[in-house]
């Protein structure tokens, strides 16, 4: 009996001196907390409140309600700062400073963060990486945002070096951005091909870090509007900008005109005689264009072989052969029209019209600050959702860019409000660009 309260005392005393033996690794503290933040402990209920100089372990989810903003301070200087309505896990986060190494892995599950990576330890490969429901972000020592919806992911890059692909490794292709570039990943579909974001951009991005409080508003009465910028963003994903491919076509022959295009995305089109789409051109087929900050309503129009224009004048209806789906007339827009049933008779003419231009022939915001792009998608749903910055645009989820033609994007420097952007031949199975802007 003697022996087994020796025993005990002894493993009792051993316990005391080295604490738990599955005890978390910590990886960093918390600096700052604003409004409503909640620490999760290995990710587990019950959800206690953040305070300042909390200790942050692998496995901890955070998360931050309307009135809440929280700063994450790392052990190697990294920073990441959740803006409100977000939640965020610490999956894996090992830091050696003597060897230089450190394995970092991040997931957004929705909302708005900021991540400040200052130290780069190697370049073959990235070793900060930041997960969403349909992006990888591998940071290279960078300062960049990102705006997480469930079908769609945003990254604002404000500087440095950021690698992006789709969250699964089937769906091929990636971006680099650098300096102040923007790329989406929608669900199932690569990154689209980087555009460039403003001091504006940027410092609107800053602005919806920072919780507000919501006032109502009765009849004229004016106050603080509630703020929810993700029950938006939650479906749009767009903030400030639009996707957007830096691939100029004329005479059907692809060029590379822009310095920051990346070769490694699967948006890109090699300098080559476009070819037969496949399967001639199946249906659902969808023509999608976005368009960023600098217009504020662009039309899209469809013109078929009987010389039938469908656009916002003439929408079809869902079970016609072109439906038509939404009137975008905001900032940071889009529209849709989906082809159910092809006219093998002849050929359809795909354009864009600038509505706000339409009696100024020689408007340059086509062709210079429009952030326009046409893509071409089969298969896919095609939703109406929120802009962040207010109004709603049409999207396309799912579905599979076509390989042969993914996007085009108006040539620059040529005045007029219309851009006739391609010819399709659905019995041939082809999409010949006409890229020509005029009025």
């Keep these: 009996m003697s022996f087994l309260v020796s025993t005990i005392a002894l493993l009792l005393a051993s316990l005391l001196l080295t604490g738990p033996v599955a ?4 990886v960093g503290k918390i600096a700052e907390v604003v409004g409503g933040v909640d620490l999760l402990k290995a990710g587990k209920l019950p959800a206690t409140p953040a305070k300042v100089g909390d200790i942050i372990s692998q496995g901890d989810i955070i998360r931050t ?3 809440g903003k929280v700063k994450l301070h790392f052990e190697d200087d ?24 450190r394995q970092a892995h991040l997931k957004i599950f929705h909302g708005l963060v900021h991540t400040l990576v200052n130290k780069i330890f190697r370049k073959e490969a990235p070793d900060f990486i930041v997960e969403t429901q349909t992006a990888v972000i591998g940071v ?17 890059n404000n500087s440095g070096s950021t ?19 923007f790329t989406q990943v929608g669900r199932n579909l690569p990154p689209t091909l980087p555009m460039p974001l403003t001091n504006e951009d940027i410092d609107w991005i800053k602005r919806q870090m920072v919780p507000k409080v919501a006032a109502k508003t009765n009849g004229g009465a004016t106050g603080t509007a509630a703020v929810n910028l993700f029950s938006a963003a939650a479906t749009s994903g767009a903030a400030s900008a639009s996707p957007v491919s830096n691939i100029t076509l004329a005479s059907g022959t692809p060029a ?7 070769l490694q995305s699967a948006v890109y089109v090699p300098p080559q005689p476009v070819p037969p789409a496949p399967s001639g051109l199946v249906t659902p087929f969808n023509i999608m264009i976005s368009w960023g900050s600098g217009a504020r309503d662009l039309d899209l129009y469809l013109t078929d072989p009987t010389n039938t224009q469908y656009y916002y004048g003439n929408t079809g209806t869902s079970t016609s052969p072109v439906y038509y789906h939404y009137d975008s007339t905001v900032r940071n827009g889009g529209e ?4 159910n049933k092809w006219d093998q008779s002849g050929v359809y003419t795909a354009s864009v019209k600038d509505f706000t231009n339409r009696g100024n022939s020689a408007s340059n915001v086509l062709s210079t600050t429009s952030g326009v792009s046409m893509q071409f998608i089969q298969g896919g749903t095609v939703a109406i959702v929120p802009v962040a910055t207010g109004g709603s645009k049409a999207l396309v989820t799912g579905g599979s860019p076509l390989a042969a033609f993914p996007a085009i994007t108006p040539p620059s420097g040529q005045p ?3 851009w006739t952007a391609v010819k399709i031949n659905p019995a041939a199975g082809t999409i010949t660009p006409v890229n020509t802007i005029g009025p």
């Design 163 to 181: 690698e992006v692909r789709n969250v699964f490794a089937e769906i091929p292709g990636k971006v680099i951005l650098k300096g102040k570039e």
């Design 256 to 262: 590379q005109t822009s310095l920051i295009q990346n």
């Design 416 to 418: 007029g409000n219309t």
């Design 336 to 339: 849709v029209i989906t082809i």
């Design 65 to 67: 309600k309307s009135s």
């Design 140 to 156: 290279r020592g960078t300062d960049y945002f990102t705006l997480v919806a469930p079908a769609l992911s945003d990254i604002y």
């Design 23 to 26: 005890a978390a690794q910590e």
């Design 78 to 101: 990294s920073i990441l700062t959740i803006a409100p309505e977000s939640r965020v896990a610490i999956n894996e986060y090992v830091y050696n400073p003597e060897k230089s190494q």
